[in-house]
T-cell receptor, first 116, second 112 residues
Framework: KAGVTQTPRYLIKTRGQQVTLSCSPI?????VSWYQQTPGQGLQFLFE???????NKGNFPGRFSGRQFSNSRSEMNVSTLELGDSALYLC???????????????FGQGTRLTVV | KNQVEQSPQSLIILEGKNCTLQ??????????LRWYKQDTGRGPVSLTI?????NTKSNGRYTATLDADTKQSSLHITASQLSDSASYIC???????????FGAGTTVTVRA
């Protein structure tokens, strides 16, 4: 059974550019959650998609957006990149929302974004 | 203020020794508490999931405990191995809310 696949693994962008990250969940999983991880802040929740609908959103500016396709694959977009956006971006795949009791969540290896 | 505080921030232990990581939370009411292990450069992997009614849950050499009254959880690693070197993250799910609360993690380094 294939795991969660995130692409690309590494990315270097300059300030002001935009970037799109991709996450392919485990087959059959309908929930995809996105997280930003930085050394000082730990894991910060970005948003969660379930069956193509955004169900929940964290406290990030509107420059961060996402979507989910009918095959459950999800993309995250960051526009007008800032230096502070440099981080590891992780997605998690689960059958239902990952916080739900008895719902196992599986993380991808992440995309390391560096903004210069 | 973060609703999940982990301590220590980091620790170094010798191979074969035991260690205990702490997680204090203020999330209330809560549905479940999870511990994840994250190796460097990889995504987190679930170790244990406990509901508010469970006191302990084991996964091999990892044992998590939960005291819902004091809102404290601990993760005990027995007979540590070099492969236990990783960051350990405590995650609390509130009841009737989608917003998970993540601890900043404890970095464990196991030395030979």
């Amino acid at each position: 059974k294939a795991g969660v696949t995130q692409t690309p693994r590494y990315l270097i962008k300059t300030r002001g550019q935009q970037v799109t990250l991709s996450c392919s969940p485990i087959s059959g999983h309908r929930s995809v959650s996105w997280y930003q991880q930085t050394p000082g802040q730990g894991l910060q929740f970005l948003f969660e998609y379930f069956s193509e609908t955004q169900r929940n959103k964290g406290n990030f500016p509107g420059r961060f957006s996402g979507r989910q396709f009918s095959n459950s694959r999800s993309e995250m977009n960051v526009s007008t990149l800032e230096l502070g956006d440099s981080a590891l971006y992780l997605c998690a795949s689960s059958l239902e929302y990952m916080g739900q009791l008895n719902t196992e969540a599986f993380f991808g290896q992440g995309t390391r974004l560096t903004v210069v | 203020k973060n609703q999940v505080e982990q301590s220590p921030q980091s620790l170094i232990i010798l191979e074969g020794k035991n260690c205990t990581l702490q997680c204090n939370y203020t999330v209330s009411p809560f549905s479940n508490l999870r511990w994840y292990k994250q190796d460097t450069g990889r995504g987190p992997v679930s170790l244990t999931i406990m509901t508010f009614s469970e006191n302990t849950k084991s996964n091999g050499r990892y044992t998590a405990t939960l005291d819902a009254d004091t809102k404290q959880s601990s993760l005990h690693i027995t007979a540590s191995q070099l492969s236990d070197s990783a960051s350990y993250i405590c995650v609390v799910s509130p009841l009737n809310d989608y917003k998970l609360s993540f601890g900043a993690g404890t970095t464990v380094t196991v030395r030979a």
